[in-house]
């Protein structure tokens, strides 16, 4: 019977364990997505010398456009979408602070005239920027999560004058790399 309930209260706190495991685990997999997505068409736009549009679509869809010549023209060709899975959707987790980069993110899609649902066009330029319609680079803060679960919170920061793509992950008291 000892045998019986330790086995028991054993199974008991795997079980707790595995949960919060798997939560980590698809928050994770939203982040890789978002990463190479991202990363992706920001190579693009170098590799081919294009501007690559960016619609942040809310709740979980990222969108990527390429910028057809003439330039300004404005025909664009799909060249990806991306969508975040399971339970997974652009979410600034209450209680989280503002990642380390500091790109004062209150909101799920952080960016410079993004509200609750971003209008703003951003792009990769084929000269290794993330730049807003106007042209000007532009710095932001992508978070994600999953609505009531702390653990899950996730954020991807772009600054805009290199493109560079940072990921970010809250271990419960501090955003982490």
Request: hydrophobic content about 45%.
């Amino acid at each position: 019977m000892v045998v019986v309930g330790i086995v028991g209260v054993l199974s008991a706190v795997g079980l707790a364990g595995f949960g919060m495991f798997v939560a980590s685990a698809k928050a994770d997999a939203a982040l890789v997505s978002t990463l190479s997505s991202l990363r992706v068409a920001r190579d693009r736009a170098i590799a081919e010398r294009r501007n690559f549009e960016v619609h942040f679509i809310p709740p979980n869809r990222i969108q990527i456009l390429r910028e057809e010549l003439p330039a300004g023209s404005g025909v664009t060709t799909a060249a990806g979408d991306t969508y975040l899975e399971d339970g997974q959707k652009f979410l600034k987790v209450p209680g989280v602070s503002d990642t380390p980069d500091a790109f004062a993110g209150t909101a799920p899609i952080a960016f410079p005239g993004c509200g609750a649902t971003c209008a703003t066009v951003m792009s990769f330029t084929s000269e290794g920027t993330f730049v807003d319609s106007t042209g000007d680079p532009i710095n932001g803060t992508l978070f994600i999560g999953t609505p009531g679960k702390t653990t899950s919170a996730r954020a991807v920061t772009i600054l805009g004058t290199t493109a560079l793509v940072h990921p970010w992950r809250w271990d419960g008291v501090k955003w982490v790399d």
